[in-house]
């Protein structure tokens, strides 16, 4: 919370007109030049009556004092209600001791803003704002002795021309993204498919030992006969269970006779072989 949010917060009388959920940019009471008349005036009363006093040697011209002094102590009283504040959706003007008034104009009504500082308020440190909206009369269209009027003039002109988003603070930057995380070392390999099998001549000395074994086998195949049908024994629990052969390989293990050539039908008397009839 800011200067300005912290004194709207501390006084009650502001804390009537300032929303929740507004961020005031600027609060402040009126320069105290707002009070340099009276107390000229006052000062002035005091020398005169002084002299009154000295001339007549009278107590009662004292009487007369009371009058500028009590128009002071009023001026003084309102000036304590003399509040300009400025939030980021409104321009709030808040004076009047016996009657309290408050001027307010919304930010997006005001279309220009004129900054003027007098040769008196260049040494004593005011200035006046008047603010000018779209050819209407609003309450609040000039401001008197705004204190600090440069550091407030660049607050009001970045609120009212360059506002910001609700939520979004003057304050905050944009931050940076983080930096790109990259891997230190040797990378692991990317994982692939399983490697698919090569029918061909074999290339390790376990495919070849493969090879020559299912050879083997077949060559036991022919001697023995081609009814002979080879059935192979159920695994023991202790001997180990071969390999498992590929499609491929099981390939060379067919026997080179086919079915048909077999299978002989039984012959006929002198038309040839016999073949059954699906009809019959």
Avoid: C
């Amino acid at each position: 919370m800011d200067a300005a949010d912290r004194a709207v917060r501390a006084h009650r009388h502001l804390r009537r007109y300032v929303l929740d959920h507004e961020r005031a940019v600027f609060a402040s009471r009126l320069h105290w030049a707002t009070l340099l008349e009276p107390i000229l005036t006052t000062v002035a009363a005091t020398v005169v009556v002084a002299l009154l006093h000295q001339a007549t040697d009278a107590g009662a011209v004292w009487v007369l004092w009371l009058l500028p002094a009590g128009r002071l102590a009023l001026k003084w009283l309102e000036w304590n209600y003399q509040w300009f504040v400025a939030t980021d959706k409104r321009l709030v003007l808040t004076y009047g001791f016996v009657v309290h008034k408050v001027a307010m104009m919304p930010l997006m009504k005001v279309t220009d803003m004129s900054y003027t500082r007098t040769p008196l308020g260049q040494m004593l440190g005011y200035g006046r704002f008047v603010m000018e909206s779209a050819g209407q009369d609003q309450a609040l269209s000039r401001v008197d002795y705004v204190p600090d009027p440069d550091v407030t003039y660049r607050k009001l002109t970045d609120t009212i021309f360059f506002p910001r988003k609700p939520g979004a603070n003057a304050a905050e930057r944009p931050r940076p993204a983080p930096p790109a995380i990259v891997p230190v070392g040797q990378r692991e390999p990317r994982p692939t498919t399983a490697e698919l099998p090569v029918v061909g001549p074999p290339t390790t000395d376990g495919d070849r030992a493969w090879t020559e074994r299912d050879g083997a086998a077949q060559s036991t195949r022919a001697s023995q006969g081609a009814d002979h049908v080879d059935v192979a024994p159920f695994p023991q629990p202790d001997e180990p269970q071969e390999r498992p052969r590929s499609r491929s390989r099981l390939r060379g293990l067919i026997p080179t006779k086919r079915r048909q050539d077999l299978y002989e039908p039984p012959t006929s008397s002198g038309a040839g072989p016999t073949v059954p009839d699906p009809f019959l």
